[in-house]
Nanobody, 113 residues
């Protein structure tokens, strides 16, 4: 079964950190570039980070540059998103994505004191 399963979200205080995971199955993970998106209530889904199939290239949205890091461990079929210095504006549901149309169910991140 082809699927993406995210985990690791939760409630965190401003300035805190979280690491999201996305376990993939049903396809050859190592051959696929991957992305993290997020969607806040009432807003459009937006791209957060991209990583190439080899892991050699990673790009970030301006609003997370210097705070978030995308990575992958192909041996574990897992994509990660390390999020540091979180702010309330980072509150959203986070999704991993394989182009063109494979999405996970998302994991909720809430940043609040």
């Amino acid at each position: 079964q082809v699927q993406l399963v995210e985990s690791g979200g939760g409630l965190v205080q401003p300035g805190g950190s979280l690491t999201l995971s996305c376990v993939v199955s049903g396809f050859i993970f190592s051959m696929n570039p991957m992305r993290w998106y997020r969607q806040a209530p009432g807003k459009e889904r937006e791209l957060v980070a991209f990583i190439s199939a080899t892991g050699g290239t990673a790009t970030y949205a301006d609003f997370v540059k210097g705070r978030f890091k995308i990575s992958r461990v192909d041996a574990n079929n897992t994509l990660y998103l390390l999020m540091n210095n979180l702010t309330p504006e980072d509150t959203a549901r986070y999704y991993c994505h394989r182009w063109p149309d494979l999405w996970g169910q998302g994991t909720q991140v809430t940043v609040s004191s």
